[in-house]
Nanobody, 114 residues
């Protein structure tokens, strides 16, 4: 099994920056992809960014050029640097790890005020 613990998030004004991190523990050797989804009230959960074990990245069009995902395989940690934040980025952000199944973190709130 894999356990995920997120940190970061909070309240920031539009145009500001926040950084999220997610540390995996347990059977981390089975993890391939890691990344972040988000869910705003009334909306479906959507992919924000993903990074493979080899370092390939994928971003939602809405965050390209503003968010950067990175991964430290030695620390089993994935990071999300969020710059130029917009009110529409407000959501609960969920870390995930994908191996033979998906594992999810509990989520962390990101609120961007206008």
């Amino acid at each position: 099994q894999v356990q995920l613990v997120e940190s970061g998030g909070g309240l920031v004004q539009a145009g500001g920056s926040l950084s999220l991190s997610c540390a995996a523990s347990g059977s981390t050797f089975i993890i391939n992809d890691m990344g972040w989804y988000r869910q705003a009230p009334g909306n479906q959960r959507e992919l924000v960014a993903a990074v493979s074990s080899g370092g390939s990245t994928n971003y939602a069009d809405s965050v390209k050029g503003r968010f950067t995902i990175s991964r430290d395989n030695a620390k089993n940690t994935v990071y999300l640097q969020m710059n130029s934040l917009k009110p529409e980025d407000t959501a609960v952000y969920y870390c995930y790890a994908k191996g033979w199944r998906w594992w999810w973190g509990p989520g962390t709130q990101v609120t961007v005020s206008s």
